[in-house]
């Protein structure tokens, strides 16, 4: 997931760069989605993956 928001920010930059307003515009929000998700889906998966593990004595 966040190697999909650096893509988008990558090509919003490019295309600020070069002139494209529009495609800029689309690329940084798909970036910004794209990483606010990628962030939710780490904190879940923080705080609930690690309860099923057990060690043993």
Same mark, same amino acid.
């Given at each position: 997931?966040?190697?999909?928001? !650096? ?18 515009? !689309?690329?940084?929000? /798909? ?8 962030? !939710?889906? /780490?904190?879940?998966? /923080?705080? /609930? ?9």
């Amino acid at each position: 997931m966040f190697r999909w928001a !650096i893509i988008f920010a990558v090509v919003a930059l490019i295309a600020a760069l070069l002139g494209f307003g529009g495609i800029a515009g !689309i690329s940084a929000e /798909f970036a910004k989605i794209l990483l606010i998700i990628g962030v !939710i889906l /780490f904190v879940v998966a /923080f705080l /609930f993956g690690r309860g099923g593990r057990t060690t043993l004595p």
